[in-house]
């Protein structure tokens, strides 16, 4: 279930509401064979709330704010270029939250963090402090040992930390009273979830190491099934747990943002149709809609290049679409470099993701099979672990 954000007031309120409109959206007359739901949630949102009353005590407080006054203290305590030596990951937000109020004692004993979906969640199976893997690694928590790390226990805030399972693992049956209320089955089981962007490539249905998603949206992020762990700062690289294996993901500033500042999307499939894609272009561009690259060259000044633009604009299309691919190359080379699986197939999702000729070009360049995937909403990835929860509810809780 993917949940937008909405006024600024009421987030909370408003992510109720649109979780229950959608359960009361569900024709009665299926309600009663739902037998498991899981909630994938925007990374790094994160709330306080009070574990003996449900009250919210702070919070939300979304993925994109920062929170820069918590960033020595979470510096100081957290090894070097750690996930969470972010103003805005979900330690900072703890811990500036911590330094105001929580270490007064102003929220009691009581005070537990949950992350969106744990939220959504509780709502559902009314347990506290249950959280997955993916959500809990920009708070800190190490999903290869599988433990929060010792730097991070030590903390006074540390009682307030969720405790960790995989993505997909039953919690509990869905609350009595919301079971009566909407007619679900008293055995309907609620699931551990998972970030919106890891539902997003969960969708796709490939999980096989070698295995990638490319999104082509209005920038381009790829995403790679690794046998081996590869983080890097420097890039922006990091890698998520996906079970036995490592989802890696880097970002780029390159995609469909610049199309969309040189033509209309009727453009893009008209001028896509005067393409040949076994051909390869001269042109050699690094189109950015801005100053400034992240991934695979880490570069806050790179300047954006897109001349020399040809007279024909079906000529310069195929020069950008042909050099947004080998950037695309170049981010799975460098995973590579990194110690990553090498790439063998890759999906596509986004609104490039509709353009043949493209996906042509793309094959040609990276040199494997590129195909669009058939799902890649995250709300379908998040069905996804429900029914692997599902198939394990053997002792929940009820
Ligand atoms: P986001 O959710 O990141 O805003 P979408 O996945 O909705 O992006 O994709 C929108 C992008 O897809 C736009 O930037 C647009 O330029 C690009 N796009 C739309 N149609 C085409 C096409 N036929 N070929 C290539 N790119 C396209």
Same mark, same amino acid.
């Given at each position: ?12 309120? +408003? ?29 790094? /949102?994160?709330? &306080? ?26 510096? +100081? ?23 105001? /109020? ?12 949950? =992350?969106? +979906? ?8 009314? #347990? ?10 920009? %708070? ?18 540390? @009682?307030?930390?969720?405790? %960790?399972?995989?993505? !997909?693992?039953p919690i509990a049956v ?15 089981v %609620? ?6 962007? *890891? ?10 190491? $070698? #295995? ?13 099934? +690794? ?8 890039? !922006?690289?990091?890698? =998520? ?12 500033? /390159?995609? !469909? ?17 005067? &393409? ?12 950015? @809609? ?6 695979? %060259? ?11 633009? @040809? ?8 020069? &950008?679409?042909?050099? *947004? ?13 990194? $110690?990553? /699986? ?8 986004? !609104? ?41 509810r053997v002792g929940v809780p009820s």
């Amino acid at each position: 279930m993917h949940l937008q954000v909405g006024d600024a007031a009421g987030w909370a309120s +408003s992510w109720r509401a649109a979780l229950f409109q959608l359960l009361d959206d569900i024709p009665p007359a299926h309600r009663p064979f739902i037998s498991s739901i899981s909630i994938d949630g925007t990374s790094a /949102t994160t709330l &306080i709330v009070d574990s003996e009353t449900g009250e919210l005590l702070a919070g939300p407080f979304l993925y994109n704010e920062s929170f820069p006054d918590a960033l020595p203290a979470v510096e +100081s305590i957290a090894p070097a270029n750690h996930t969470v030596c972010s103003a805005s990951s979900t330690l900072c937000k703890l811990v500036s939250w911590w330094n105001t /109020t929580g270490a007064a004692g102003g929220a009691g004993s009581a005070a537990v963090l949950m =992350h969106q +979906s744990d939220w959504l969640l509780w709502l559902l199976h009314g #347990r506290y402090g249950v959280s997955d893997y993916n959500n809990a690694l920009k %708070v800190g928590y190490d999903p290869e040992a599988d433990a929060y790390p010792s730097w991070l226990m030590s903390q006074p805030y540390a @009682p307030m930390l969720p405790s %960790v399972r995989a993505p !997909g693992a039953p919690i509990a049956v869905v609350k009595d009273d919301v079971c009566s209320q909407y007619g679900l089955s008293k055995e309907c089981v %609620v699931c551990t979830g998972t970030t919106d962007s *890891i539902a997003a490539f969960l969708a796709a249905g490939t999980t096989e190491p $070698g #295995r990638a998603v490319t999104s082509l949206g209005s920038t381009m992020a790829i995403k790679l099934v +690794s046998e081996a762990r590869v983080d890097d700062a420097r890039f !922006g690289v990091y890698s =998520h747990r996906l079970d036995d294996t490592w989802l890696v993901g880097g970002a780029s500033n /390159t995609g !469909g943002a610049v199309l969309r500042q040189l033509f209309t999307d009727g453009e893009l499939v008209a001028l896509s149709r005067r &393409i040949d894609p076994a051909v390869a272009s001269p042109l050699e561009y690094y189109p950015l @809609p801005r100053k400034g690259e992240r991934f695979p %060259v880490s570069d806050p000044d790179m300047a954006p290049r897109l001349q020399p633009r @040809p007279e024909s604009d079906a000529e310069y299309l195929h020069g &950008i679409l042909e050099s *947004i691919a080998r950037i695309e190359a170049k981010g799975y080379n460098l995973l590579r470099e990194l $110690g990553a /699986t090498a790439v063998e197939e890759v999906f596509t999702a986004g !609104g490039g993701a509709q353009n043949d000729r493209w996906t042509a070009i793309r094959e040609r360049v990276l040199g494997v099979p590129v195909r669009k995937a058939e799902q890649t909403e995250a709300a379908y990835g998040a069905a996804l672990l429900a029914l692997k929860g599902a198939d394990r509810r053997v002792g929940v809780p009820s």
